[in-house]
């Protein structure tokens, strides 16, 4: 039986109250109720080296019929580079954090300096005020954290490429053509001219554009991207980025569909 593709807006790339610089208005339900209204189909939350309100912002999704979640973090690593690692499930995503967090500093948190740390339940409940400050580099490299974000059966993005900080360009420099990464993230602030400039430091390298959202407001379908999928999955995203059997993600400034 033939496959059916169709396109799905999709976010990759999104805070909740556990990263300290997100608004508190980012819990799971503001967040689910938000995503549908901008038409975003499939959602990834990315907590600053943490996955802990990604269970909850799964039981809200289904609550309310979508969007479909992928688990994720975004890692900052020994070098201040970050990194969007997402994975298939949650024990997959509970096993990276509990590695990553053996290269994590035992920086106390200070809620007046960055912010609340929060864990919490669908209602918004809090579970957990988590004392480590979560805005601060592992002890392990780039090339370690891809690594292992491979070995656990995720998916690794070199985010927002385009920032002067935080991102490979900026610490390292070019990206090397056989850094195993499966996507390199541009912002959605680029100009199509902007944008189409970067594109050509990454021939052959699937490009994808997030919102990066701290706020609601920012969460919006015109600032993530669309993918060609069968279904809106773990898998069928890990497709799309290789191109593979029809998948495929479009070029977010301007690409028509197809």
Known sequence: MEETLRPYRVELHCHSVLSPCAELEMGPRDIVARAPEQGIELLAL????AMRNVPALVTCAAEAGGPAVLFGLEVQTAEDIHVVALFPHEEAA???EAWLWTGLPPVPHR????GYQLVVGPDHEVIEE???LLVQGVSFSVDEVIR??????????LAHLDREA?????VLGPVPDDLPVDAVELSWRLSRESAERWRRHFPGRTVVRSSDAHRLEDLAVRRGCRMM??????DEVARALRG???????????????
Request: charged share 30%.
């Open 46 to 49: 990315t907590d600053h080296n």
């Open 244 to 258: 593979e059997g029809g998948r495929r993600v479009y070029w977010p400034w301007g690409e028509t569909e197809g």
């Open 166 to 170: 935080f991102s490979y360009w900026a």
């Open 148 to 157: 292992r974000i491979r070995e656990d059966g995720g998916l690794s993005i």
């Open 111 to 114: 809620v007046e300096a960055f």
């Open 130 to 132: 988590v004392e480590t």
């Open 229 to 234: 999928l069968a279904e809106p999955t773990f």
């Open 94 to 96: 509970r096993g990276f």
